[in-house]
């Protein structure tokens, strides 16, 4: 496939069928019901009990999953000594058994091929198909070197496929959940305060007085334990500031909603500061303590004044001196929290930084209800040779982006784009966990670089969109039917949880690290994988540990004392900031010496054209992203997204709540199906806004096919962030069209 000019293909019947399932089909209804709590009928033995971390979303909340005697999963509830979720699963979690038992899941290996001249699917073995992959993978680093063989992926099992592409000696290695996510907020926190913010956040929102959020949807992103957190501030009398155009779960439960214009966040944070300093409200001895640069922040912000954000903001300059004197007056309990899905208007990393610097001013980082010092237990690193030194990876890819600390996802995809001056080409790409038809914008580039590929794997338990374009799919067996890594993730204790199979894989589908261990062996990388099972790799990491695979099954989650110390600051001493300079950087020299504005400065983004709204985009609880869209449990809760639209708008189209409408962005990209209005005053005039993760393509999703619009596929104009490259996705618009643009067209 030297040439490639590979098409998108649906995965049909020829891939898919006549596989009979390895356990029965269970009831949707029965296999998540909230009514038979686990109620035994008589004659049954007890339910089995496995311990297990959730993959529905990646807050990775510990669970029990119950099966019966007959191997059939029936219930999944939340571990009562988890942290990450205090024993309570959000309907992700609780609808995870839904993953397990989705009949329109891969079901065995798939080649592609051709069959009268038209490209399809065929069925193979594991065999054939691992065999396949190896030997292009070998062609690749024969002629280019290992490096030209890229992996994108998230979740779990990109951990198991990262450590094959490293032994293979290749870091071309991207996610989504970098430069798609969380990326500028690490950016701009890490050069304030010297750290990355991490996940789960150290946010301390159960002691907290005062939580502000901007763009930050708490309750609709569910992750699990900063909403219980935030509903009990809510009841110990916090006062709640949400900053969205939108009227969101989080805002609806605030005392104060500021209905921002979007795309001026970072001249309202400039405007909270001006108050902060000129009324004296700032944390003074804290500031003075830990501060570097405060007097050159000071003269920044002194013309930035509540009426000057008036203007940009449409927020009153009364409404912003009160939320500013509210924030200093929960000092230091006081959380401007940094947010999740942060990619917004390519300035992404200074608008993080305002929000870092308003968290110096009120003395919140290492304080009792504003940011804790995190601490995580290590786990130990089963024995393998050193890795291979690749001549480049995703840093030479992504070296005109300064401040990235991990690979661009964009960036690797351009670099599969073939050009003169392309220093680093990929030719063959991995793609695990992550439907990137949904997850990264810009099409044409995704496309082009598909294209030009000489080889594609996907990985994935669905038939998601990506599926289509590979070469090779691979039917992994979700988070209930296999061994995975040791949790260990931030928290203000450190906790450990285990993933352990609480039933045989499904039809032909495997393991992550089975797959990558098969791949590593016939590359010739069979030391790096010295173990038969994985079960081995946790069995003695957790005895390294103290614990044991024993003890884990029974306990799920294991809590270990701190050993850093308070999880606050001692007042008494003078903690050092693992920055730079040890303070909180105020003014950054390393932004400066790198060409960037040393302190956050508002720059006006493009308005829309007549006739068009502001894109905007987000989650609903009850599902993640794009992946759990044909989920029969979770899709049974929602399965479809709809566009709120303001009513001076609705009057002005002639539109009715429930009618159907296609959308056309300003590149005369139009969405491939229609999206049913809803008519609200929660959404402002200039925009419109949908849930993200519909609008799949793929026929074989028989639940999600069809139904709603795909938010991505209109985002074609990205504003990249230059400092840490995120890609900003909130710069578009679309225009609402009556009547079906595809008359006669089969999409």
């Known amino acids: 496939m030297t040439t490639s000019r590979r098409k998108f293909i649906k995965i049909s019947a020829l891939g898919l069928g006549g596989v009979a399932a390895s356990t029965g089909a269970i009831n949707v209804l029965g296999a998540n019901s909230y009514l038979d709590d686990l109620v035994k009928p008589k004659g049954t033995k007890e339910f089995k009990r496995t311990p297990t971390y959730c993959e529905v979303c990646f807050w990775k909340c510990a669970a029990w999953t119950y099966s019966n005697e007959e191997g059939e999963i029936k219930k999944i509830i939340g571990n009562d000594n988890d942290p990450h979720c205090y024993g309570r699963l959000c309907p992700r979690g609780t609808g995870g058994v839904g993953m397990y038992n989705d009949e329109d899941r891969l079901k065995t290996p798939l080649i592609r091929t051709t069959v009268n001249g038209e490209d399809t699917f065929r069925k193979a073995s594991w065999e054939e198909a691992l065999d396949l992959i190896a030997s292009k993978f070998k062609d690749v680093k024969e002629n280019y070197g290992p490096e030209s063989v890229a992996l994108i992926k998230h979740g779990s099992p990109g951990a198991h496929l990262e450590h094959l592409f490293k032994a293979f000696g290749s870091d071309t290695i991207a996610e989504p959940a970098y430069a798609q996510c969380r990326g500028p907020r690490e950016t701009g926190f890490k050069s304030t305060f010297g750290s990355w913010v991490g996940s789960p956040e150290p946010t301390d929102i159960r002691d907290t007085k005062c939580l502000v959020l901007i763009g930050s949807h708490i309750g609709e992103n569910m992750h699990n334990s900063q909403v219980q957190e935030m509903s009990d501030a809510i009841d110990n009398g916090a006062t709640i500031i949400t900053v969205d155009p939108r009227l969101s779960t989080a805002a609806s439960k605030s005392e104060h909603w500021l209905a921002i214009k979007p795309a001026t966040d970072i001249a309202l944070m400039l405007s909270w500061m001006n108050v902060l300093i000129e009324e004296g409200l700032y944390d003074k001895e804290y500031v003075e303590k830990y501060g570097l640069g405060f007097n050159e922040l000071k003269e920044h912000v002194q013309k930035f004044t509540p009426e000057w954000a008036y203007g940009i903001t449409t927020i009153k300059p009364e409404e912003i001196r009160k939320t500013a004197r509210v924030m200093a007056h929960a000092a230091p309990a006081v959380i401007i929290h940094p947010g999740r899905h942060v990619v917004w208007y390519g300035d992404d990393s200074q608008r993080a930084r305002a929000m870092a610097i308003l968290n110096g001013l009120l003395g919140s980082w290492g304080r009792r209800g504003g940011f804790y010092f995190k601490e995580k237990i290590a786990v130990p690193k089963f024995p393998h040779p050193a890795y291979p030194h690749p001549k480049w990876g995703w840093e030479e890819i992504g070296e005109k982006y300064p401040l990235a600390e991990m690979g661009i996802t964009t960036e690797v995809l351009k670099a599969a784009i073939p050009s003169d001056d392309n220093k680093y080409p990929v030719k063959a790409m991995m793609i695990a966990g992550t439907n990137i038809t949904k997850s990264i914008p810009d099409h044409k580039i995704i496309e082009e670089a598909i294209e030009a590929l000489d080889f594609m794997v996907v990985i994935d338990t669905m038939p998601m969109d990506v599926t289509g374009y590979a070469d090779v799919v691979l039917p992994e067996c979700t988070y209930l039917e296999r061994y995975d890594g040791i949790r260990s993730a931030t928290n203000r204790e ?45 069995e003695w990491q957790l005895n390294k540990m103290g614990s044991s695979l024993e003890e884990m099954e029974k306990i799920g989650v294991k809590n270990f004392p701190r050993k850093s110390g308070s999880m606050y600051m001692n007042e008494n001493e003078t903690y050092e900031f693992p920055s730079m300079s040890g303070k909180i950087e105020f003014y950054s020299q390393e932004l400066k010496d790198l060409g960037f504005d040393p302190m956050p400065v508002y720059t006006p983004h493009p308005e829309a054209p007549q006739g068009f709204y502001r894109l905007n985009y987000g989650r609903a609880p009850m599902h993640t992203f794009s992946r759990t869209a044909n989920n029969p449990n979770l899709n049974d809760l929602k399965d479809e997204n709809n566009l709120w639209v303001n009513p001076k708008v609705a009057r002005i189209i002639g539109l009715k709540t429930g009618q159907e409408v296609w959308l056309k962005n300003q590149d005369d990209v139009i969405s491939n199906f229609s999206i049913k209005v809803r008519i609200t005053e929660r959404v402002r005039w200039d925009s419109v806004y949908m849930v993200h993760g519909f609008g799949h393509d793929n026929k074989k999703l028989s639940r999600a096919y069809g139904k709603g619009i795909n938010d991505t596929k209109l985002i074609s104009k990205v504003a990249v962030d230059p400092i840490m490259g995120g890609t900003g996705m909130r710069g578009n618009f679309v225009t609402i069209l009556t009547e079906n643009p595809h008359k006669n067209i089969e999409i």
Do not use: C, H, M, T
């Open 494 to 538: 450190p906790s450990i949880a285990v993933r352990v199979p609480a039933v045989a894989p499904k039809y032909d589908s495997k393991p992550v690290w089975w797959i990558a261990k098969q791949i590593g062996e016939r590359l010739g990388l069979g030391e790096y994988f010295n173990y038969d099972d994985f079960k081995e790799v946790i």
